[in-house]
């Protein structure tokens, strides 16, 4: 069981940054791939990053140059740094674990946080 708890939402001017985190409990932490998506109002819940349990990355074709998602398997936690965003990245951000590595679908995850709100102003 893995039990997930985003962290470092709030409002930002296009152009600026936010990371967010996201805390997990649970031993096996660093057997999971880790997942970060975003639902925006009225939208599907759409794939934004993914590190395998190896520390490898896959990022969407929107965030790709401008996200990084890193992970610390010590403190178990896995953040998203964000840079140069946009209106467009408005949305609530969850934080995902799965055990197949690379996927972008989020039927390959199998626990999910509540969801932190990040809001980009124009």
């Known amino acids: 069981q893995v039990q997930l708890v985003e962290s470092g939402g709030g409002l930002v001017q296009a152009g600026g940054s936010l990371r967010l985190s996201c805390a997990a409990s649970?031993?096996?932490?660093?057997?999971?791939?880790m997942g970060w998506f975003r639902q925006a109002p009225g939208k599907e819940r759409e794939f934004v990053t993914t590190?395998?349990?190896?520390?490898?990355?896959v990022y969407a074709d929107s965030v790709k140059g401008r996200f990084t998602i890193s992970r610390d398997n010590a403190k178990k936690t896995v953040y998203l740094q964000m840079n140069s965003l946009k209106p467009e990245d408005t949305a609530v951000y969850y934080c995902?674990?799965?055990?197949?590595?690379?996927?972008?679908?989020?039927?390959?995850?199998?626990?999910w946080g509540q969801g932190t709100q990040v809001t980009v102003s124009s």
């Open positions: 995902a674990a799965g055990l197949i590595n690379g996927a972008s679908s989020r039927y390959a995850y199998q626990y």
């Open positions: 649970g031993r096996t932490f660093r057997t999971y791939a």
């Open positions: 590190i395998t349990s190896g520390g490898n990355t």
